[in-house]
């Protein structure tokens, strides 16, 4: 119950960040269920946990439920304030890594992926059953995440100070790296799929497809840092200015 | 086209929503533009308009990580004025362009008003230093709730400015509301922008190559190379 409880909390983990404690607030917040026996036993060293766990923190929001459940038990267990503070900053740096790698790097690109294909796929033709796609990938991804969630505060719950050393010989580290080519071929469907979705089926997009690839490719091989958004709402105005005046000139 | 009070109010609370997932709660992938695009299109009747502009600035998200203390554009509040924009141009070719610009410009305004809610964060928590330095549980849970009203006034402060100047876009010229260039230069920009995001990010390095057979793929998919 104390584990769900934490879990359910971590949802809310960046709630309230900040540049000076960054997610601090909101693990401090997840890690009161764990911390509460010391409420009852010592109430001292329960308020010296809370302002322990509360301080600065960053790391992947997905996966902060090991650095919560692994720094509250290291305070069960009467670690010294010190030891548990280098937990965290110990912590904090792979599970930024990981949990990088694991969901920005992996597992959003590929629902974001998967999302694109199922809208651009159904979407215009039979938008209910894009709806439907959009919808159990939803339910696929939060019920990972949350089961992730629940497994991370267990992990660190079990494991304490030795989290850092058992992180490195749990499977987690291996998955996001197994994602990411996954995402990358799914991502590489999306695109022909969706421009063809929005500007219809032909060469005409075909060949767009293969120049805006191919100009992505030489900015990335030339480090050429070209930005997409300002370059689209400075075409779009243009464009719109061109159509204006030469309208204006034809009346 | 004109909208109805009740579809209004609806998409400007399910905007807000969208905002709060993004960072604060519950970061269920609500915020993805897609998603975000192809509901608030539901609510207003008008669902593919809801997709094709959720596709478009779906691939724009592709080019954004949204990690850390990075700015980053808010594309999910963003969409919902977008696709009530498009809703509101009607069939004209360059109807969905508009609306994918608008939402472009109001996911930058996005970013920006993250960046104040952070600093407006942290003044709050300064201004409690030395409590939270004594360990104050009932505190951190003020502080917690405290963010996410913050966030949702955010949010629909971004939706509601939006859904303001989508309001005025059907006074655009009749010939611009009809191009068909601008919806085609947001179509490039979006291909442009998923590519360079997924070359920067899950098909970087030697993964380059998963990425051209999907291409291949999808182009084979949608008949392009028959």
């Not at chain 1, 974001?112 to 796929?121: F, H, K, M, Q, T």
């Not at chain 1, 796609?133 to 939060?142: A, S, Y």
């Not at chain 2, 929503?17 to 604060?24: A, Q, R, W």
């Not at chain 2, 975000?36 to 997709?51: K, N, R, S, T, Y």
Request: glycine residues 16%; aromatic residues 6%; charged residues 10%.
């Amino acid at each position: 119950m104390t584990i769900a409880r934490t879990t359910v909390r971590l949802a809310c983990v960046q709630s309230c960040w900040s540049y000076d404690r960054m997610q601090g607030i909101g693990i401090g917040y997840a890690s009161l269920p764990l911390l509460a026996p010391l409420g009852a036993s010592d109430p001292d060293r329960y308020r010296a946990a809370v302002a322990r766990a509360s301080t600065f923190f960053n790391a992947n929001p997905y996966l902060a439920g090991i650095v919560v459940a692994a720094a509250a038990r290291a305070e069960l267990d009467g670690a010294a304030g010190e030891h548990v503070l280098r937990l965290k900053k110990a912590l904090a740096g792979p599970l930024g890594a990981l949990g990088d790698l694991l969901f920005w790097a992996g597992l959003v690109p590929l629902v974001s992926a998967i999302l694109l294909v199922a809208g651009a796929g159904w979407g215009v033709r039979e938008p209910a059953i894009a709806g439907w796609v959009i919808g159990l990938t939803l339910v696929l991804f939060n019920g990972f995440r949350f089961g992730l969630a629940r497994w991370s505060v267990g992990f660190g719950w079990r494991h304490g100070l030795s989290t850092g050393g058992a992180l490195v010989e749990s499977g987690l580290p291996r998955v996001g790296p197994r994602i990411a080519p996954l995402a990358a071929v799914l991502g590489g469907v999306a695109i022909p799929m969706t421009l063809a979705a929005i500007g219809g089926q032909g060469r005409t997009v075909s060949v767009l497809v293969l120049a805006v690839i191919g100009l992505a490719g030489l900015a990335r091989r030339r480090s050429w840092r070209l930005p997409p958004t300002a370059l689209t709402v400075v075409g779009i105005v243009g464009v719109g200015l061109w159509r204006w005046v030469v309208a204006g000139a034809g009346t | 086209m004109t909208l109805p009070w009740e579809a209004l109010l609806l998409v400007t609370a399910w905007g807000t929503m969208v905002g709060v997932d993004l960072v604060s709660v519950p970061q269920a992938l609500f915020a993805r533009p897609v998603v975000a695009g192809f509901i608030a299109g539901v609510m207003l009747g008008e669902p593919v308009v809801g997709l094709q502009v959720g596709l478009i600035l779906e691939l724009f998200a592709f080019d954004t990580l949204a990690i850390g203390s990075a700015r980053y554009p808010d594309l999910g509040s963003a969409t919902i004025p977008a696709v009530v924009a498009a809703a509101l141009l009607g069939p004209g070719d360059g109807s969905i362009g508009l609306g994918v610009a608008l939402g472009l410009v109001l996911g930058q305004i996005g970013g920006v008003s993250l960046e104040a809610l952070r600093r407006w964060n942290g003044r709050t928590i300064q201004q409690v230093e030395s409590m939270l330095q004594d360990g104050a549980p009932r505190l951190l849970g003020r502080l917690q709730w405290m963010g996410v009203g913050r966030d949702a006034l955010r949010s629909a402060i971004l939706v509601v400015v939006g859904l303001g100047l989508a309001g005025t876009m059907p006074g655009l010229p009749p010939v611009i509301i009809a191009a068909p260039e601008i919806t085609w230069v947001a179509i490039a920009g979006s291909g442009l922008a998923g590519s360079i995001g997924l070359l920067r990010g899950v098909a970087r390095g030697s993964h380059w190559r998963w990425f051209v057979l999907g291409t291949g793929a999808g182009l084979l998919l949608t008949g392009g190379l028959g």
